[in-house]
């Protein structure tokens, strides 16, 4: 009797490592060609999620608790909240679960043995009174509009982050859902915040004279910090975090967006959605939209751009991802072809996912390249080279990433159609190219052999970032806060390399770098009407490019002047809005250098490179780059 005890004590605990993939195309193989020294980094390394080929994740390697049962600390069994095996109810239910299986014959209710009821009611009466006086009122936009901005919230956003789904959304505002939940209603006056700041209606405008305060009205009706915690949270309420979030972003406070990041992880985690389910699980339409929620995205933006630590991480996440299904297929009256995507017809969802395993990798950087000295210690980061040895694994990841991207959202398919996969394939580039510049962005002001190359990777990112924007100035990809983000990371880029030049006295392009820069500023200063964080890049970017006296082609001599002349004032955030000037780009030309290089030439250079690419044949490769011959061969002399 003891060793059965003892077998089914010890053989739930026994935790599986999981076996290495070896087609698994992202960072579950970081660290492969660090030293045995590196232990931990490897074992970080292959403990993130494993994307492989057919897209589901690799095993859990821990069995966590729904609340049911003995656990069942909420009465109300439709909410249900997880605890991980390392809670102190893990073992009161293993406990529970041996008493069970020992006192079957017995069939003992436990639940009416000792829940008593005044501490286990999921509100107490009081609590509920005070839970009901704060239920809020909600005044809709006017069908009409709402219903407008609905629809342009669908085909602006929800292509890129799908946090909503289509019918279902539609179906239950077409049946007044959002009268009576005030849940669902907080979802709808977000979208239609967001929707307003792609429409022209000017009944968008909470104040008549100022677009930046487009949806205002509505967002401000919503409580973005619940006051009452005693509740689970909802499904309604994760698609709540989401959308607050990305509306802050283009508030003057964007940073607040970062707190509510947390909170939304938190909620997700209390409801388990960071784990995987069971084999065989059978996905309901509720649960399929929460592993929509692009929280775990958010995070990694915010985290990266005000560099702070994230929510969470990779390594603690195991759910499977979402079903590359279109909305339209998720129901089906044969319920074997319920979320099942035609055959050879591509799915909208599919970018969400590619961008979720990109996520992976800005991750992966976030815990390396850009953690404390005590985290680095702990993950054996140590030695002099184990940051180009760490952008080596993250280059080759992200050279397996674009590799992998699907036909319909590669550059070439992108730049000549049009329509959604053109803009979802413009904005995984952009991401792209934005996180290159973030991994390599450390070597450019450390003394290192690393900083030539790197310097050329964050230029070719930045100029290949500048292209894809100008490719679609006219979509809606240009105001999603990722693509803002990118294209002020590669103007300060381009930026840094001209005063660098200027500085050092090399000869390089400037004429190309200056319109590369414009591009850039036409792109936010297209959004900024309507974004505050827009504006501010454009401010500050000028900022920077304000006394570099290298007027472009197209750039009067009287409009440089005034652009130069700028002053103070009318950069600050608080100063009247400013008649900006930016230079005509000859688009002809521009397109013609297009189709000519490529959409997204960097790209194609970097991805082919082989493993074993010496520092010796990277500057002979710069050297043969338009324009920036001979200064090389001096700095290759100062390094070697």
């Given at each position: ?218 967002f401000a009706q919503v409580r973005t910090l619940r006051q009452s ?201 952009t991401a792209y190219y934005h996180l290159q510049i973030y991994v ?201």
């Amino acid at each position: 009797m003891s060793e059965q005890l003892q077998g089914k004590i010890g053989n739930d605990d026994t935790e599986q490592v999981p076996q290495e993939d070896p087609s698994a195309p992202l960072i579950s193989r970081l660290g492969s060609t660090l030293s045995d020294s590196s232990s931990t980094y490897n074992m970080l390394s292959a403990g993130l999620p494993t994307i492989t080929s057919n897209g589901s994740t690799t095993p859990s390697d821990g069995d966590g608790i729904i609340s049911n049962g003995l656990l069942d600390l909420y009465s109300d069994p439709i909410h249900t909240r997880f605890f991980g095996p390392s809670s102190g109810f893990a073992l009161m239910k293993k406990t529970y679960d041996l008493k069970s299986e020992v006192m079957s014959e017995q069939n003992i209710p436990l639940h009416a043995l000792f829940q008593r009821p005044e501490y286990w009611l999921q509100v107490q009466p009081w609590e509920r009174a005070s839970r009901d006086q704060q239920i809020p009122k909600y005044n809709f936009p006017e069908t009409s509009l709402m219903l407008s901005l609905v629809s342009l919230y669908l085909v602006s956003v929800n292509i890129f982050f799908p946090i909503i789904h289509t019918p279902t959304f539609q179906q239950a505002i077409a049946e007044g859902v959002h009268f009576r939940d005030q849940h669902f209603g907080a979802t709808v006056l977000l979208v239609c915040a967001i929707g307003s700041r792609y429409s022209t209606d000017p009944r968008v405008l909470h104040v008549p004279d100022s677009e930046l305060s487009s949806g205002h009205q509505w967002f401000a009706q919503v409580r973005t910090l619940r006051q009452s915690l005693l509740e689970v949270p909802s499904l309604y309420e994760l698609q709540q975090c989401c959308l607050s979030i990305l509306y802050l972003i283009g508030t003057p406070e964007p940073s607040q967006s970062w707190i509510l990041v947390v909170l939304g992880i938190r909620f997700s985690c209390e409801l388990g959605l960071h784990r995987r389910k069971p084999d065989g699980h059978k996905w309901t339409f509720e649960e399929e939209q929460a592993k929509r929620v692009v929280l775990v995205t958010l995070d990694k933006l915010t985290a990266s751009f005000l560099g702070r630590p994230p929510a969470i991480h990779d390594e603690d996440i195991d759910a499977d991802l979402p079903i590359q299904c279109d909305d339209e297929y998720w129901e089906n009256t044969n319920r074997s072809l319920a979320f099942k995507q035609p055959a050879g017809k591509p799915s909208v969802i599919t970018a969400f996912v590619s961008y979720l395993r990109l996520c992976d990798i800005l991750d992966f950087a976030l815990r390396t390249l850009y953690s404390t000295k005590k985290s680095q210690l702990l993950l054996g980061l140590v030695g002099q080279d184990w940051r180009e040895r760490v952008v080596y694994d993250l280059d080759s990841s992200l050279n397996e990433w674009i590799s992998s991207l699907p036909p319909h959202l590669r550059s070439e398919s992108g730049r000549q159609r049009e329509g959604v996969f053109a803009m979802q394939s413009a904005f995984l580039y952009t991401a792209y190219y934005h996180l290159q510049i973030y991994v390599h962005r450390p070597f450019l002001s450390r003394p290192s052999s690393r900083a030539l190359p790197s310097l050329s990777v964050c230029m070719t990112a930045a100029r290949s970032c500048a292209r894809v924007l100008d490719c679609q100035q006219n979509g809606s990809v240009a105001s999603l806060p990722h693509t803002q983000y990118a294209a002020f990371a590669a103007g300060v880029v381009l930026l840094f390399n001209l005063w660098a030049s200027k500085r050092a006295g090399t000869e390089i392009d400037q004429h190309k770098e200056i319109q590369n820069i414009w591009i850039l500023l036409g792109v936010l200063e297209a959004q900024e009407a309507k974004s505050a964080s827009a504006g501010r890049f454009w401010d500050m970017l000028m900022e920077l490019k304000r006394g570099y006296d290298h007027p472009t082609a197209e750039t009067s001599a009287d409009e440089v002047q005034e652009m130069n002349s700028l002053d103070d004032t009318h950069l600050g955030p608080q100063g009247p809005p400013i008649g900006k000037k930016t230079s005509s780009i000859d688009k002809t030309e521009h397109r013609e250098h297009l189709t000519t290089n490529r959409f997204g030439h960097g790209m194609d250079v970097w991805s082919i490179a082989p493993p074993g690419f010496t520092y010796d044949e990277w500057v002979n490769y710069i050297e043969n780059m338009s324009g920036m011959g001979g200064s090389f061969e001096q700095e290759k002399a100062v390094l070697s």
